[in-house]
């Protein structure tokens, strides 16, 4: 008896904690960034990456590979926006850009490159 109330204790543990509404989304957003002027082209580096909602607001924020790429881990599902900024270390210019929104709704999402420009105030 003492096992079999344990038992159904365990399946109703089990079964509360495992509702649908609690999982949480593992969705990534992947990406590759490069800037551009007239003098420069090249893989965008150690960029500050900001992942923002339609609100503007910073959901989450990283930077750069050597390589230009970004990666953003664990992102509920919703509308968003990539938001990209680097400094030079050329010239004095800055550089920054922003991709279309896009909607996160399934496990990855990849993003077409994005082209930074000189920055103008």
Not at 43 to 65: G, R
């Amino acid at each position: 008896m003492k096992k079999l109330l344990l038992f159904i204790l365990y399946v109703m543990i089990i079964s509360t904690s495992c509702n649908r509404e609690d999982w949480t989304s593992q969705n990534t957003v992947k990406g590759y960034i490069q800037y551009y002027d007239i003098l420069h082209y090249g893989d965008a580096n150690n960029t500050d990456v900001y992942l923002k909602d339609t609100y503007d607001s910073i959901i989450k924020q990283t930077a750069t590979s050597n390589d230009g790429e970004y990666e953003f881990n664990n992102i509920q599902n919703g509308e968003y926006y990539i938001y990209a900024y680097r400094e030079s270390n050329l010239t004095s210019a800055n550089y920054d850009g922003y991709t279309d929104n896009f909607k996160v709704d399934g496990y990855t999402v990849e993003l077409d490159t994005l082209t930074l420009n000189i920055f103008k105030d």
